[in-house]
Nanobody
């Protein structure tokens, strides 16, 4: 199994920045994708950004140019740098990790517990 822990959420004012971290640990052969999702009250969960092991990234249109996802493969950790935050970015942000237990193993998904990000003046 893979254990996923997020950190870095909090309360900030519009225009400020936050950096989220997602650390994965456990028994796995490889971590293929690390991604951030968010869910605001009354809304469905949406993909914010993800990054594959080779470094290719993918962003939601609403965060392009403001958020940057990166990962440290040696530490099995992903980061989400969030700049120019807006009130509409307020949500619970959860880390999603897709991993394999062996070279031919099935791709499995694990989630973190989520961290609250609130953008308000």
């Amino acid at each position: 199994q893979v254990h996923v822990v997020e950190s870095g959420g909090g309360l900030v004012q519009p225009g400020e920045s936050l950096r989220l971290s997602c650390a994965a640990s456990g028994n796995f052969y490889s971590i293929n994708v690390m991604g951030w999702y968010r869910q605001a009250p009354g809304k469905e969960r949406e993909l914010v950004a993800d990054i594959i092991k080779g470094g290719t990234t993918n962003y939601a249109d609403s965060v392009k140019g403001r958020f940057t996802i990166s990962r440290d493969n040696a530490k099995n950790t992903a980061y989400l740098q969030m700049n120019s935050l807006k009130p509409e970015d307020t949500a619970v942000y959860s880390c999603n990790v897709k991993w394999r237990v062996g070279i031919f193993g099935q791709l499995t998904t694990s989630w973190g517990q989520g961290t609250q990000v609130t953008v308000s003046s």
